[in-house]
């Protein structure tokens, strides 16, 4: 396991692991939850507590599921989660993007974040969500960020770039060896700040320099590592 936060505002958890899962086809995506939570107790080690994993298929978009005793609720395409359920866990795959976790009193949920979901408004969407959930526009929220690429090592030039500087200027940038960097962990901040929401906290690893982490840029492989949030005890 890459770490583990255990937020104050209400009893959940986050876990960022360092296993490595390959994403399945679309064909072959679990319709349902998944119960097979071997492969979360041999991770973290928790037997119990942990009734079920939701897992949508991303695909770098603002779209947030609820999800229910069924399921997700509505299309599995998706990158972000929210429920109110104690024990069912909600997981996005990530390998350089950031997994962003979320805690407000009655509801837990999770965000799948690179450049392309935070221009989007994902994280905006997701805190919406929690919110709507727990019948409260203003609720505090608070939020643990995971491992991801580092602004030294995510060159970001070309025409995505246009996107991020249309809405945000130069400030997420940094020039290094005079090339263009990105800076995610820092559109993060910026976007969850104007939210009013509290990062409480951020495992700082860079996916690309540590070895017992995937990174897509790094290795251009089918590997996620996997992070899920619980509410309630494990
Ligand atoms: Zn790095």
Redesign the pocket.
Known sequence: MASRYDFSNQQASVFFLDNSTLTPPRESWPAGLRFDNQLISEVTGIEGGIKAVARPYQYHSNQVRRVERTGIVGPLEADGLVTELDGFALAVLTADCVPVAFSTLGAVGIAHCGWKGIVGGMLSETVKALREMVGDPTARVEAAVGPH??????EFEGPSKAEVTGIYGDSPFRTLSSTSHLDLGSLITFELGELGVRIVYADDS?????DTLNSFRRDRSELRQTSFVVKGPC
Do not use: S
């Open positions: 690429i580092c602004v030294e090592c995510y860079c996916t690309l320099e540590t």
